[in-house]
Nanobody, 124 residues
Framework: QVQLAESGGGLVQPGGSLTLSCAAS????????MAWFRQTPEKEREFVAE????????KYGDSVTGRFTISRDKAKNTVYLQMNNLKPEDTAVYYC?????????????????WGSGTQVIVSS
């Protein structure tokens, strides 16, 4: 299994930026993609972004396209989420995920490993 640890959350004003990090350890060779999701108490978990571990193929959720950028540093086993032009509706707990069971569709699904999350609050 892959262990994941998110960091970088915090309070930011609307229009500001934050960069989240997700450090992976353990059986990192077993994952072919990593992703970011987010969740609030009022909403279901929402897909944010995904990156393949070898091909650098990236995908984004509709609500973040053009504002967020996912990247990865293979040497550090770390995935990043650069978030720009943040909006109050981006407020959520952001989770990192790895080891998807199926990537044959539009995006990977059924991730086996999850981090504990990092809180992002966008407010003036």
């Amino acid at each position: 299994q892959v262990q994941l640890a998110e960091s970088g959350g915090g309070l930011v004003q609307p229009g500001g930026s934050l960069t989240l990090s997700c450090a992976a350890s353990g059986r990192t060779f077993s994952t072919n993609a990593m992703a970011w999701f987010r969740q609030t108490p009022e909403k279901e978990r929402e897909f944010v972004a995904e990156i393949s571990w070898t091909a650098d193929n990236v995908k984004y959720g509709d609500s973040v396209t053009g504002r967020f950028t996912i990247s990865r540093d293979k040497a550090k086993n770390t995935v990043y989420l650069q978030m720009n032009n943040l909006k109050p509706e981006d407020t959520a707990v952001y989770y990192c995920a790895a080891e998807p069971l199926d990537c044959s569709g539009r995006r990977c699904i059924a991730f086996l490993s999850w981090g504990s999350g990092t809180q992002v609050i966008v407010s003036s």
